[in-house]
């Protein structure tokens, strides 16, 4: 056991609400979020396989997270027998790299800043706080419209990119595994891509029971607004010390276009005026955003 090991710091909220960009900032401010990552999503591969075998053994999927939320005791126990055998497993080197992989048998045993970042994470944060019972949790929220419409988009592109190769055509033969014709069907949907959001959101605002001070919410249109107030908070509660140069640096690469996108559609102003009366959007203060 290192006596010196930090907490990770875990990033949640719902897919397309900003955890990306919010990983890439803090990684760039000092923040270990991984070695091989997913850089589309900048996902740490070895979390992210992790939870994903987590939302399986649930018969869970990230776009339908439901079964997570019954999960008992000795559910728990079991899986984080799992975890806590490849947190110290060879497959750690996925997540640390060559060097750390020598210097570190555990990944619990980690003595400076680290973290990793997973929409996913949003389910199943308290089992990881079983291991981790001192982790920070930063959760980012967006509005939903914004959200459903970009992964609604996604969808569209994964449709329109998609063609068969042999490793596909293998997989219909056998019928095994997932060939990926989409990501989620659900989500085509945008007032499903809604409902969605708001099972992410209402499972992360519950966790400040289970999390208390180690938990820190973030409106992403706020962040883009203010970057450099937001972050300094960021830092501050995560308690890393970085020169107030290098905020300023990283904080004016951050455009705030994005914020509220979906005011310049018709459309998706329509579908804001059927959900903007939800008590979720009064909390959140998305009510009266036009």
């Known amino acids: 056991m290192n006596f010196n090991a930090l907490p990770p710091v875990i ?20 923040l270990f979020v991984g070695y091989k990552k997913n850089e589309k999503n900048n996902e740490a591969l070895f979390f992210y396989k ?12 990230w776009d339908n997270p439901h079964n997570f939320n019954f999960i008992n005791d000795f559910f728990k126990k079991e899986i984080v027998r799992v975890l806590n055998f490849h947190l110290k497993g060879f497959r750690r080197f996925e997540y640390l790299g060559f060097k750390n992989f020598l210097k ?9 800043p680290w ?25 980012i929220y967006r509005n939903p419209v914004d959200v459903a419409e970009s992964l609604r988009n996604r969808e569209i592109l994964v449709k329109k990119n998609f063609h068969r190769n042999f490793k596909k055509v293998v997989k219909e033969i056998l019928l095994l595994g ?10 085509q949907n945008l007032l499903e891509g809604i409902k969605l959001w708001q099972e992410y959101v209402e499972k992360a605002l519950s966790l400040d029971a289970d999390f208390k001070e180690n938990i820190l919410h973030l409106r992403y249109e706020t962040f883009l607004e203010s970057p450099e107030e937001i972050l300094k908070n960021i830092l501050t509660f995560l308690g890393l010390k970085v020169k107030e140069s290098d905020i300023f ?7 705030s276009d994005r914020k509220f996108a979906f005011t ?11 959900i903007r009366d939800k008590d979720i959007m009064k909390k959140l203060g998305y009510y009266n955003i036009i």
């Open 104 to 112: 570190y048998k555990d990944v619990r045993n980690l003595d400076f």
């Open 50 to 61: 992790l939870n994903e075998w987590m939302l399986d053994q649930a018969n869970a999927t």
């Open 264 to 274: 310049r559609e018709k459309e998706l102003i329509e579908v804001y005026n059927q």
């Open 11 to 30: 990033i949640i909220g719902m897919h397309r609400s900003g955890t990306s960009i919010l990983a890439r900032i803090l990684e760039e401010l000092g």
């Open 249 to 255: 640096k990283v904080a004016k690469n951050i455009s």
């Open 115 to 139: 973290g990793w970042k997973d929409p996913v994470n949003t389910f199943t944060v308290n089992i990881w706080k079983e291991i981790f019972p001192k982790a920070k949790v930063l959760h």
């Open 178 to 187: 997932k060939v990926y014709y989409q990501y989620s069907l659900r989500i």
